[in-house]
C-alpha cells in the first residue's frame, strides 16, 4: 500500500512532465518552479492526509449513532476521529511529495536567503489543509450525506494549489485569496521563495501573510467545529 500510495501521487507529477513535454514554460513559470510549487503543496497536504482526512467520515459515525462513543471519553471527538483510522500506508505519499520538494529545491539553485520561508510555507499548509477538513467535517452535522460534496474543498483544493495560481481566472484567484486562503498554501509565500514578482499584481507584503491567514481559518474551523459538536443531536435508538 505505501508503494501504492507513493506511484498514485507519482501521476501528478507525470502530468506536469507531459505538460513540460509540449511547451518550456506554464503561466511564465518553468518545470522546476511548478515541481516546487508542487511539492510544497502536496507535502503539506499529503501530512494532513494521513493524520487529519478521518475527519470526513464524521457523517458515517453520525449516521449510525456511534459518534456518541466519541463524546463520552474524556479526550477531544477531533483527536479521536484523526486517530479512528490511521493510514500509516499514506507514508508513502509523503515520501513522494518530499523527494519532488528536494529534487526542486536543488535544481532550482534557490537563494538561501530566502530559504527559510520554505519550512514556513509546509507548515502554514499543513495548518490550513488541517483548518479545511475541519470545516469539512463541521459541515457534515448540517449536510450528513454530503460528504462528497465537501470533500471538493480539501482534495479539490490540493489540486488548484499543485500549479501557478496564475493559470486560473482572476475572481478564482481572488476567492482563493481573500475567501478561501489556498493561495497562502504555496503561491503568495512561494514568489518571495523563487524571487518572483506576483503575474497578478498582488501587493509585495502579502507573501509574509500566510501564517495569519492560517491561523484566522483555523480559528473558523475551531468555531465551526465547536458549534457543530454543541448542535448534535444523537440519533436516538
Keep these: 500500500m505505501i508503494v501504492l500510495g507513493f506511484a498514485t501521487t507519482a501521476l501528478d507529477v507525470a502530468v506536469i512532465l507531459v505538460v513540460f513535454a509540449n511547451t518550456t514554460t506554464l503561466a511564465g513559470f518553468s518545470r522546476d518552479e511548478v515541481l516546487f510549487l508542487y511539492g510544497t503543496a502536496s507535502l503539506a497536504f499529503t501530512v494532513c492526509d494521513m493524520f487529519v482526512s478521518n475527519i470526513d467520515r464524521v457523517s458515517q459515525h453520525i449516521k449510525a449513532g456511534t459518534f456518541d462513543t466519541f463524546l463520552i471519553r474524556p479526550v477531544s471527538a477531533w483527536l479521536q476521529l484523526c486517530a479512528d483510522r490511521f493510514n500509516a500506508n499514506r507514508i508513502g505519499r509523503v515520501l513522494q511529495a518530499g523527494l ?61 494549489t499543485q500549479y501557478p495560481l496564475s493559470i486560473y481566472a482572476r475572481d478564482l484567484v481572488r476567492s482563493v485569496t481573500y475567501v478561501l486562503p489556498l493561495a497562502f498554501v504555496n503561491w503568495q509565500p512561494g514568489l518571495y521563495a523563487l524571487g518572483r514578482d ?31 459538536i454543541r448542535h448534535y443531536r444523537s440519533t436516538g435508538s
Design 100 to 160: 519532488v520538494l528536494g529534487y526542486a529545491v536543488a535544481a532550482l539553485d534557490l537563494d538561501w536567503r530566502r530559504a527559510w520561508m520554505i519550512p514556513v510555507m509546509v507548515i502554514t499548509g499543513i495548518v490550513i489543509f488541517s483548518a479545511l477538513w475541519t470545516l469539512a467535517g463541521a459541515v457534515q452535522f448540517v449536510l450528513t450525506d454530503a460528504p462528497e460534496l465537501v470533500n471538493a474543498f480539501t482534495y479539490g483544493g490540493h489540486q488548484l
Design 198 to 228: 506576483d503575474p497578478l499584481g498582488t501587493p509585495e507584503f502579502m507573501r509574509f501573510l500566510g501564517p495569519a491567514a492560517a491561523l484566522a481559518l483555523a480559528l473558523a474551523a475551531a468555531l465551526a467545529w465547536r458549534q457543530g
